[in-house]
């Protein structure tokens, strides 16, 4: 069993920045690849960045490549993705996951979401 706890989502203005945070609890949690998705209304939920098990590997979705950053630092059970540059198109609710399959993205796990507003 894994718990995730997402923090750090708020109102930003157009071109600046946010930290997400993903506290993950659970003896299981170092063997998932983990990654954030997000939700806008009314539209489907959306990968936006993955992360192996070990840390080595990272994927990230067109839309945010260049801008996002996510990284889990060896020894703390927390994931963090790192937002520069934001645009009002990244307006949404950003929920961290416990990955079972990279390969389907499968998820084993989510995390209840936190809002991200950028305004223009």
Do not use: H
């Amino acid at each position: 069993q894994v718990q995730l706890v997402e923090s750090g989502g708020g109102l930003v203005q157009a071109g600046g920045s946010l930290r997400l945070s993903c506290a993950a609890s659970g003896r299981t949690f170092s063997s998932y690849a983990m990654g954030w998705f997000r939700q806008a209304p009314g539209k489907e939920r959306e990968f936006v960045a993955a992360i192996s098990w070990s840390g080595g590997s990272t994927y990230y979705a067109d839309s945010v490549k260049g801008r996002f950053t996510i990284s889990r630092p060896n020894a703390k059970n927390t994931v963090y993705l790192q937002m520069n540059s934001l645009k009002p198109e990244d307006t949404a609710v950003y929920y961290c996951a416990a990955i079972e399959s990279m390969i389907s993205l499968r998820i084993g796990y989510w995390g209840q979401g936190t809002q991200v507003t950028v305004s223009s």
